[in-house]
C-alpha cells in the first residue's frame, strides 16, 4: 500500500489480557518506530527498528511491554498482561532515513 | 536526554488571521526539525520540516524558522483556515539520529 498501515484500528481488552498490534510498514523503508499517544498528550517513545541493528528499546514502560519487526518489514508490539493505563492510542511511523510517515494507530482501551 | 517544549497548548485566531507556535530543544547536536499536523482521528502528518543549515523555509502559507544559536524553532501559518484546525506537534533529532522527540503539542482552533 502506499501509507504505513496498522491494525487493528481499535481494540477494547479485559484487564490482564496480551494484546497484540501489527504495524504494515511502507516497502522499503529502513525504518520503523512505535510512539503511544495517550489521551489529549503528546507523543511517547517506545521502540525504534532501524535495518539489521539491535532495537533501540529505551522507551518502553515496562517489561510488559515487547516488540519484534520479522524480515526487516511488518512489526508486532506485544502487550502482555494489559493495565488500564496501557490505554492509549498506539502509533507507528516507518522512515526511509529522515521524515516519518505515520499510520492511524490503534486505539487501545483496557477495561 | 533530550527535551522539546511546546507553546502555547492551546492557540484559538479568527480565520484570516496568524498563527505562531514555538518550540525550543536542548541538544545542540540535533539537525533536522519537523512540524506535523494532527486531525482527529487519523496519525500526524508531516507539513513542514527544516534541516539546521537553514534559517527559513517556506511552502505557501506555512513557513518554519530555526534559531540554532538560541535553539529554538517556530511554524507560522498565515491566512488560517478552519481546515487548518488540528493538533500540531514539532519535534528535534537526536544524536544524528533519525529518532525525534515531539513536543507535548498545540491545538489550534481557527474560527470562522
Known amino acids: 500500500g502506499a501509507g504505513v498501515s496498522q491494525s487493528p484500528s481499535n481494540k477494547v481488552t479485559e484487564k490482564g489480557k496480551d494484546v497484540e498490534l501489527r504495524c504494515d510498514p511502507i516497502?522499503?523503508?529502513?525504518?520503523l518506530y512505535w510512539y503511544r499517544q495517550s489521551l489529549g498528550q503528546g507523543l511517547e517513545f517506545l521502540i525504534y527498528?532501524?535495518?539489521?541493528?539491535?532495537?533501540?528499546k529505551s522507551g518502553l514502560p515496562s517489561d510488559r511491554f515487547s516488540a519484534e519487526r520479522t524480515g526487516g518489514s511488518v512489526s508486532t508490539l506485544t502487550i502482555q498482561r494489559t493495565q488500564q493505563e496501557d490505554s492509549a492510542v498506539y502509533l507507528c511511523?516507518?522512515?526511509?532515513?529522515?521524515?516519518?510517515?505515520f499510520g492511524s494507530g490503534t486505539r487501545l482501551t483496557v477495561v | 536526554g533530550e527535551n522539546v517544549e511546546q507553546h502555547p497548548s492551546t492557540l484559538s485566531v479568527q480565520e484570516g488571521d496568524s498563527a505562531v507556535i514555538k518550540c525550543t530543544y536542548s541538544?545542540?547536536?540535533?539537525?533536522?526539525f519537523p512540524w506535523y499536523k494532527q486531525e482527529l482521528g487519523k496519525g500526524p502528518q508531516l507539513i513542514i520540516d527544516?534541516?539546521?543549515?537553514?534559517g527559513e523555509k517556506k511552502d505557501q502559507r506555512i513557513a518554519v524558522t530555526l534559531n540554532k544559536t538560541a535553539k529554538h524553532f517556530s511554524l507560522h501559518i498565515t491566512e488560517t483556515q478552519p481546515e487548518d484546525s488540528a493538533v500540531y506537534f514539532c519535534?528535534?533529532?537526536?544524536?544524528?539520529?533519525?529518532?525525534?522527540?515531539f513536543g507535548t503539542g498545540t491545538r489550534l482552533q481557527v474560527f470562522p
Open positions: 516497502s522499503g523503508h529502513t525504518a
Open positions: 519535534a528535534a533529532s537526536i544524536l544524528n539520529t533519525d529518532k525525534l522527540i
Open positions: 511511523a516507518s522512515s526511509p532515513g529522515y521524515g516519518y510517515t
Open positions: 527544516i534541516r539546521s543549515n537553514v
Open positions: 541538544d545542540s547536536a540535533s539537525n533536522y
Open positions: 527498528f532501524q535495518g539489521n541493528s539491535a532495537p533501540d
